[in-house]
């Protein structure tokens, strides 16, 4: 069975670092994307970004470059999201997902920033 | 970035009803790459359509999806009461994906 499990909730102050983390199961974690989406409280959905574990492939959103690096570990199969200096603005639910078709989706981590 | 609009903003409907919703791109998707997903309160997002006309798997039949190029359409034949809640398309013809802003599917 595919499973990605996210780490879980975290809060945060503005200025703060951050790594959240997916971890894949049940598949090749190597051959498959993942990609990262951002939902904002009461909004849609966004997509972020997007990594291939296999050779560290990665691309991004215009919206989102330069905003957070995106990551993987393909020992462990886990992929990660990170910022170097939150926001308050960053504060949202953030899914990772497999493939660009983003078949399967993780439970989500919720990112609160104060400020 | 393609970007895509989707319409209406919200449908409002009965069960039994059918159900159409849109989804316009900017410029043509390749090769129909092309996804629908539905969302309910509390869940993240869940598959129903790929490459415009697939169903993934588990999907009822009253699903269906059609269009190609810039034109895209979600249908739901006969609307069951699990079936209200929000609509995304999403495109990933390009290197990086764009979804549209969501049609919220509410009972009349």
């Known amino acids: 069975e595919v499973q990605l499990v996210q780490s879980g909730a975290e809060v945060k102050k503005a200025g703060e670092s951050l790594k959240i983390s997916c971890k894949g199961s049940?598949?090749?974690?190597?051959?498959?994307?993942i990609g990262w989406v951002r939902q904002m409280p009461g909004k849609g959905l966004e997509w972020m970004g997007i990594?291939?574990?296999?050779?560290?492939?990665?691309r991004y959103s215009p919206s989102f470059q330069g905003q957070v690096t995106i990551s993987a570990d393909k020992s462990i199969s886990t992929a990660y999201l990170q910022w170097s200096s939150l926001k308050a603005s960053d504060t949202a639910l953030y899914y990772c997902?497999?493939?660009?078709?983003?078949?399967?989706w993780g439970q989500g981590t919720q990112v609160t920033v104060s400020s | 970035e393609i970007v895509l609009t989707q319409s209406p903003g919200t449908l409002s409907l009965s069960p039994g009803e059918r159900a159409t919703l849109s989804c316009r791109a900017s410029?043509?998707?390749?090769?129909?790459?092309l996804t629908w997903y539905q969302q309910k309160p509390g869940q993240a997002p869940r598959l129903l359509m790929y490459?415009?006309?697939s169903r993934a798997t588990g999907i009822p039949d009253r699903f269906s999806g059609s269009g190609s190029g810039t034109d895209f359409t979600l249908t739901i034949s006969r609307l069951e009461p699990e079936d209200f809640a929000v609509y995304y398309c999403?495109?990933?013809?390009?290197?990086?994906?764009?979804f549209g802003q969501g049609t919220r599917l509410e009972i009349k």
């Open positions: 997902a497999r493939d660009y078709r983003l078949d399967y």
């Open positions: 049940g598949y090749s974690f190597t051959t498959h994307w």
């Open positions: 990594i291939y574990p296999g050779d560290s492939d990665t």
């Open positions: 410029q043509s998707v390749t090769n129909n790459y």
């Open positions: 490459g415009a006309s």
């Open positions: 999403q495109q990933y013809g390009s290197s990086r994906g764009t």
